[in-house]
């Protein structure tokens, strides 16, 4: 069977299956499931053309790895033919551990980080492919002698964020979040074992560090955004709250399972092949099937969270520079009290504030690195000229029904 097949993707045109290995992945049930988790979980809520899948962004940042391998292999980096597969088959399964809705319900239907369960489903798939993952884990984990794989899949420049921002942009239609992939890709090069970047290619740099700061106050962190996904966490909670109690509460096999039985890290680790299939499971369906059924629930609270989401009648959003005063929020949540007429429904879950921050660059992680014709190599910090600082904005954000006024 010829497993070199070709996917025509909207954003890159066709792209290869480099290895039989990696059709074989891509072939199982646990990537599969893929298809079935939105990239922005609820961004088409404000950009309706956002329904693209971590099914598409994975084989995107596959594929962009499988460019970045060639112009470092064009560039005289020593990569084996077992490294480029091994890391084409880390990127490729570095979202595998993704709940339902990607980032709105982690830490919410079960105590873990998708990171975390990414590494649990690679164990499970290199146990399924007899050791055939071995290498892909040690980069994914940066327990690899040679750490500029391991930043091509997790780092400042990788390949990752390299496909997300632009596959997003494609589909939101913000054009603000357009970068220069391609040529950042044919700049990279490798010095001392880390990845840099060639000195001109540093204005692609700017350009994809603005974008990225772009992108997250116009798509990922827009207010219609942030509410919804908020309301589907308060909505998720609700419901494990009511399951705690003895409600019960119709839904799937896989979601009743997670909702009437906590699951964190050591479970999974103790139990990791019978979870991690249980999880494999879960996906928007689930989620979306769930509301349809709460929303005609008698908990007034589950039954209202439900069908906003649902009929799209989000809560009013307000957003502030600074934290939100005490006396103001309690004149909001008495009106809220009011609006509803009963003073035991918790409110709780009805009105709630957060606060989100987001930097156009980040030292705390490994800087990007520019090398200069010099020979010379630079983190990016060190660049006054270019206005990209590590400065981090705060918002903060206040949300309630609309219907209080």
Same mark, same amino acid.
Request: net charge negative; proline share 3%.
């Given at each position: 069977?010829?497993?070199?097949?070709?996917?025509?993707?909207?954003?890159?045109?066709?792209?290869?299956?480099?290895?039989?290995?990696?059709?074989?992945?891509?072939?199982?049930?646990?990537?599969?499931?893929l298809r079935r988790i939105k990239q922005v979980g609820l961004t088409h809520y404000v950009y309706?053309?956002?329904?693209?899948?971590?099914?598409?962004?994975?084989?995107?940042?596959?594929?962009? #790895?499988?460019?970045?391998?060639?112009?470092?292999?064009?560039?005289?980096?020593?990569?084996? /033919?077992?490294?480029?597969?091994?890391?084409?088959?880390?990127?490729?399964?570095?979202?595998?551990?993704?709940?339902?809705?990607?980032?709105?319900?982690?830490?919410?239907?079960?105590?873990?980080?998708?990171?975390?369960?990414?590494?649990?489903?690679? /164990?499970?798939?290199?146990?399924?492919?007899?050791?055939?993952?071995?290498?892909?884990? =040690?980069?994914?984990?940066?327990?690899?002698?040679? *750490?500029?794989?391991?930043?091509?899949?997790?780092?400042?420049?990788? #390949?990752?964020?390299?496909?997300?921002?632009?596959?997003?942009?494609?589909?939101?239609?913000?054009? =603000?979040?357009?970068?220069?992939?391609?040529?950042?890709?044919?700049?990279?090069?490798?010095?001392?074992?880390?990845?840099?970047?060639?000195?001109?290619?540093?204005?692609?740099?700017?350009?994809?560090?603005?974008?990225?700061?772009?992108?997250?106050?116009?798509?990922?962190?827009?207010?219609?955004?942030?509410?919804?996904?908020?309301?589907?966490?308060?909505?998720?909670?609700?419901?494990?709250?009511?399951?705690?109690?003895?409600?019960?509460?119709?839904?799937?096999?896989?979601?009743?399972?997670?909702?009437?039985?906590?699951?964190?890290?050591?479970?999974?680790?103790?139990?990791? *092949?019978?979870?991690?299939?249980?999880?494999?499971?879960?996906?928007?369906?689930?989620?979306?099937?769930?509301?349809?059924?709460?929303?005609?629930?008698?908990?007034?609270?589950?039954?209202?969270?439900?069908?906003?989401?649902?009929?799209?009648?989000?809560?009013?959003?307000?957003?502030?520079?600074?934290?939100?005063?005490?006396?103001?929020?309690?004149?909001?949540?008495?009106?809220?009290?009011?609006?509803?007429?009963?003073?035991?429904?918790?409110?709780?879950?009805?009105?709630?504030?957060?606060?989100?921050?987001?930097?156009?660059?980040?030292?705390?992680?490994? /800087?990007?690195?520019?090398?200069?014709?010099?020979?010379?190599?630079?983190? #990016?910090?060190?660049?006054?000229?270019?206005?990209?600082?590590?400065?981090?904005?705060?918002?903060?954000?206040?949300?309630?029904?609309?219907?209080?006024?």
């Amino acid at each position: 069977m010829n497993k070199k097949k070709i996917f025509n993707d909207p954003v890159y045109g066709f792209i290869t299956i480099p290895y039989e290995i990696i059709f074989d992945l891509i072939e199982h049930p646990f990537y599969q499931r893929l298809r079935r988790i939105k990239q922005v979980g609820l961004t088409h809520y404000v950009y309706p053309g956002a329904l693209h899948t971590r099914f598409h962004h994975a084989l995107g940042a596959m594929h962009l #790895m499988t460019q970045a391998i060639e112009v470092l292999k064009s560039k005289d980096v020593e990569i084996t /033919e077992d490294e480029a597969k091994a890391v084409c088959i880390a990127i490729l399964l570095h979202d595998i551990g993704h709940g339902p809705f990607s980032h709105a319900l982690e830490h919410t239907l079960v105590d873990a980080h998708h990171e975390e369960l990414s590494v649990l489903f690679m /164990e499970e798939l290199n146990d399924q492919f007899e050791g055939q993952l071995d290498l892909a884990l =040690e980069i994914f984990q940066d327990r690899y002698k040679k *750490k500029f794989l391991f930043q091509l899949v997790s780092g400042q420049l990788d #390949m990752d964020r390299m496909d997300y921002l632009n596959r997003d942009s494609f589909f939101t239609g913000v054009s =603000e979040g357009v970068i220069g992939y391609d040529r950042i890709i044919k700049m990279l090069s490798v010095v001392d074992n880390e990845l840099v970047v060639e000195e001109k290619g540093i204005y692609s740099i700017e350009k994809f560090l603005i974008a990225r700061r772009l992108m997250y106050w116009q798509v990922y962190l827009h207010k219609t955004s942030l509410v919804s996904e908020q309301m589907l966490i308060k909505a998720l909670k609700r419901a494990k709250d009511l399951a705690t109690q003895g409600v019960e509460l119709d839904c799937s096999k896989p979601l009743h399972r997670f909702l009437y039985n906590p699951v964190g890290p050591n479970e999974f680790k103790e139990n990791r *092949k019978e979870l991690l299939t249980e999880f494999a499971k879960l996906d928007d369906f689930d989620i979306i099937s769930a509301l349809k059924i709460w929303r005609d629930h008698d908990d007034f609270v589950l039954s209202f969270l439900s069908k906003s989401i649902l009929d799209r009648k989000l809560f009013r959003v307000e957003l502030n520079n600074n934290a939100f005063g005490s006396d103001y929020k309690e004149k909001l949540r008495q009106k809220l009290v009011e609006s509803l007429g009963s003073q035991e429904i918790d409110t709780d879950y009805l009105f709630f504030e957060g606060q989100e921050t987001n930097s156009a660059y980040s030292t705390s992680k490994k /800087e990007i690195k520019i090398l200069f014709k010099n020979g010379e190599v630079q983190p #990016m910090s060190a660049f006054a000229d270019h206005g990209i600082h590590p400065k981090i904005i705060t918002k903060y954000y206040l949300c309630y029904p609309k219907n209080i006024y």
